[in-house]
């Protein structure tokens, strides 16, 4: 493949205004407030666009493309049932309590609530989670920038992944360095622009060209193109999970759990400039939330719809790399009709990023790279000029999620870590130097959790797991904490260590059809098949949720409540109600919440 000067040039312009933006806000950044709260003054409209932009990270763009070319519509859930109610919920329940008690992050909250041994497990785990995540979106930017040969003939292809993980680190640390999270949220914001700009035309050109979306329907299984159809059985549709499941799993636990618990997200909707403003960034954000799936998932549809069976030359080699899963002559590719398991289109074998070999599944079969399929796909219709938008775009989508992922880390690391247990009483410089620091630690720790990733052939997957372990458990302490009183710190303390005890073991006793005992599951023993990754993440979460539900609740029963007059602000019941007189009906966060649910309900019943 080869950019033209248009194309390299469209990606310049980019960095120059990413890295210009934390260079102009160097000098705002005065106080610890600044730099992780943004100061609490950016309007609510910005504040939502980061909120989407945030999650809008490699994870989503890559992951809900490979989804949806693995799982096919059922993609869909993740926003439709996986986001959009839990959203909603964050708007009208959840930003009262988190503006009000004008918590720096979410594990303070918990200390307000709980005590401290309870900050100090979320804190911890929520940590470890987000230099995960970063490291999943720094794996899939290394990936693409390998795949796509973007530095061949500059450096030795066996060094392209490793250089370009560590290039990725470099700009995210410099920009969120110099401008903390205001410029990771202006910058979220640019990003937003550009991954809609990039990716729409990339819909509308691929949909034209294999028939629009009554031709993907003729192309591909019934079970793909449905969102709700085979959902009575785990058997009968390609998530490998019944209603039950998905709605326990997906849109009640690791949706609510994701979108009500996670700093990452929450951090953006307390950077605004007012309580109303804070809860209307949520219902903000749910409105393009809910047509995401129509900008990254129906690319992945799109890739395994397209039907040719060879590649030209130059798509299949992709500047000649074998180390991209692409060869350098004419590569056939599985037709849809000739696969009896599920169709691949022009989705490339994975091969490993480091040694270059090709990856077979515990049959001997050869595992397809999902992770490709919104990257081939662009190769396979863009021409020079618009290729550099729509790789801007994809550049974009993960330096926003690396970004998200280490400004929440370096806010939980600083006020929930180090000066909750190892410096108390420093000056308000100090911790703004130690965030500064623990942005560096971040990035470096991401790197780490690059390589980890490596072993999945769909990010979506790999994030799933890691949010069933953190946030899962984490969702049954906050929805006891907030509706239930009687809720005790030793009871939500002992909760979460057993829920996320109960992920581990249900995570070391299962696994995945065609997986083998591993980072997978099964690493304890195998007594139970799942029929793909998505399912045995759905049921994890469930098994985390409720173990922790139910030892919390008696724990609770068994230890001394807190007194009722130190938990106004922190409990539903207890909690003076916002005040909205001074709004007209179409001002208020409720009438927002209305629309965003009639939308929603449309959607479920077109794609049902």
């Known amino acids: 493949m080869t950019l033209s000067i248009i194309d390299w040039l469209i990606m310049l312009v980019y960095f120059t205004f990413v890295l210009g933006i934390g260079f102009a806000l160097k000098r705002y950044m005065r106080t610890s407030n600044d730099f992780f709260l943004a100061g ?18 490699a994870q989503e763009v890559i992951g809900m493309g490979a989804s949806g070319a693995k799982y096919g519509i059922n993609t869909s859930h993740f926003y439709w049932i996986g986001a959009i109610p839990a959203m909603i919920f964050v708007g009208i329940f959840m930003m009262p309590f988190y503006y009000g008690s004008k918590a720096r992050s979410v594990p ?8 401290e041994k309870t900050r100090a497990v979320n804190a911890f785990s929520f940590a470890i989670m987000t230099v995960l995540s970063s490291g999943i979106s720094m794996y899939a930017m290394a990936l693409l920038i390998q795949t796509l040969g973007l530095f061949h003939g500059i450096i030795p292809d066996q060094y392209i992944f490793h250089v370009s993980i560590f290039l990725s680190a470099i700009i995210v640390l410099v920009y969120i360095f110099l401008g903390g999270l205001t410029s990771a949220i202006y910058n979220e914001v640019l990003q937003f622009f550009l991954i809609v700009a990039g990716f729409a035309p990339l819909v509308w050109i691929g949909l034209r060209n294999v028939g629009g979306w009554q031709g993907i329907k003729h192309t591909l299984p019934a079970a793909m193109t449905h969102s709700w159809r085979g959902m009575a059985h ?12 998905l709605a326990m799993g997906l849109g009640f636990v690791l949706s609510f759990g ?4 996670d700093f990452l997200v929450i951090q953006r909707a307390m950077a605004a400039d007012s309580e109303v403003s804070a809860r209307r960034v949520p219902l903000i954000a749910a ?20 039907t040719s069976k060879v590649v030209t030359p130059e798509q299949a080699t992709l ?15 599985p037709n849809v009709e000739t696969e009896h398991s599920q169709p691949h289109g022009i989705v490339p074998q994975k091969t490993n990023p480091i040694n270059g070999q090709p990856v077979m599944d515990s049959n001997g079969q050869p595992v397809y790279n999902y992770d490709l399929a919104i990257p081939v796909l662009l190769l396979h219709y863009f021409p020079t000029g618009i290729l550099g938008l729509g790789l801007t775009a994809l550049l974009a989508s993960f330096m926003s999620g690396m970004a998200g992922n280490v400004t929440a880390f370096n806010t939980v690391w600083t006020y929930d870590i180090y000066q909750a247990y190892i410096n108390k009483k420093a000056t308000d410089a100090h911790y703004l130097w130690m965030g500064r620091m623990a942005t560096i630690g971040g990035i470096l720790l991401s790197i780490v959790a690059a390589y ?3 072993n999945f052939n769909n990010i979506m997957d790999a994030l799933q797991l890691v949010f069933s372990f953190v946030n899962a458990p ?21 909760g979460l260590i057993s829920g996320t005890a109960a992920a581990l073991l249900h995570h070391g006793l299962t696994i995945p059809s065609d997986a083998t005992p591993g980072i997978h599951g099964g690493w304890i023993s195998v007594l139970h098949h799942y029929p793909s990754d998505m399912a045995q993440n759905f049921w994890t979460a469930i098994f985390a949720f409720s173990v922790n539900l139910v030892v919390t609740v008696v724990v609770s029963l068994m230890t001394r409540p807190r007194e009722e007059q130190e938990l106004v602000g922190l409990v539903y019941s207890l909690t003076p109600k916002p005040v909205e007189h001074h709004l007209e009906w179409y001002q208020k966060p409720s009438t927002l919440a209305y629309l965003v649910l009639g939308m929603l309900i449309i959607l479920n019943l077109v794609f049902a």
């Open 319 to 333: 500047s000649g790399t074998h180390t991209a899963g692409i060869h350098a002559s004419a590569t056939t590719i």
């Open 474 to 494: 984490l969702f049954a302490t906050f929805l006891l904490g907030m509706f239930w009183k009687r809720t005790t710190g030793h009871g939500a303390f002992t």
């Open 108 to 115: 303070e909250y918990l200390r307000l609530r709980f005590d």
């Open 287 to 306: 409105i393009p939330k809910m047509f995401f799936p129509f900008l990254v998932i129906l690319p992945g549809l799109i890739a395994v719809s397209v």
């Open 40 to 57: 609490r003054s950016i309007p609510a409209w910005v504040c939502g666009l980061a909120f989407i932009s945030a999650n809008l990270g």
């Open 258 to 261: 994701y979108w009500c618990t």
């Open 452 to 454: 980890a990733a490596t």
């Open 234 to 245: 785990a058997n009968t549709n390609t998530l490998g999970v019944e209603w039950v499941g």
